[in-house]
């Protein structure tokens, strides 16, 4: 057999086999996507359950979420509604604090219209384990004291660690991680009260989540 008819043979052979791979690769995604979907689904809600008591809502969560980009407001990534009886009750909202000692922090917020806290949780930080990661539940309930906490514009100077003359506390030996999660808390809390409270017509230009 010529070296060319060998080439020919074996790259017929190679075909073949990257030809079964990519069936079997498919496969095996298509049979496991509606799974991996079902179990991400679960696990946001459950966390968006962690921010907004199920007495809030008794619409889909997820159905609602909207991917936010707002120049003025870098910092918000996706918002959620919750209605109860078809009437809004309180938001969900996804944010970054850009702000941390080793990073972003994004955290998901309960806020009601009004300015009120229902609840914030960490979902994902680099911060240094023993002193940052204090803000999450698991090491200490310091992210628990914004639950209930209203902001205005009145009470704004309240809305910072007590180091810089605030109400919320800070670490021991770790004033940036807590300082970057109250002001982003304070400046979503401010956007709600002074624009998307005002306007909330102003969130139909944005994208559904993917």
């Known amino acids: ?44 809600r459950e966390s968006l359950l ?17 991917q936010l980009h707002l120049p003025d407001a870098p910092y918000l990534n996706k918002i959620y509604f919750a209605k109860k009886a078809e009437n809004l009750t309180a ?19 309960g806020i ?9 949780r960490v979902l994902q930080h680099a911060e240094t384990p023993g002193l940052g990661d204090k803000i999450e539940t698991r090491i200490s309930k310091w992210i628990l004291s914004f639950t209930n906490k209203k902001f205005s514009l009145e009470n704004e100077a309240q809305w910072a660690v007590k180091k ?24 979503e809390a401010k956007w709600v009260v002074t624009q998307l409270a005002q306007n909330p017509a102003m969130l139909e230009q944005f994208e559904a989540c993917q």
Do not use: H
């Open 1 to 44: 057999m010529s070296a060319s008819k060998i080439t020919v043979k074996y790259a017929f052979i190679l075909g073949v086999i990257a030809l079964v791979c990519t069936a079997i690769s498919t496969a095996v995604y298509l049979l496991t996507k509606g799974r991996i979907e079902s179990v991400a689904a679960a696990q946001q």
């Open 50 to 66: 962690e921010v907004l008591p199920q007495s809030y809502f008794d619409n889909d969560l997820l159905a609602t979420c909207k």
């Open 91 to 109: 938001y969900a909202i996804q944010s970054t604090a850009p702000d941390g000692y080793s990073g972003n922090i994004v955290l998901l917020s």
């Open 112 to 120: 009601q219209p009004d300015g009120t806290l229902l609840g914030v």
């Open 164 to 187: 810089d003359g605030g109400q919320f506390d800070q670490f021991t030996g770790a004033t940036i991680t807590p300082r970057a999660v109250v002001n982003n808390i304070r400046q």
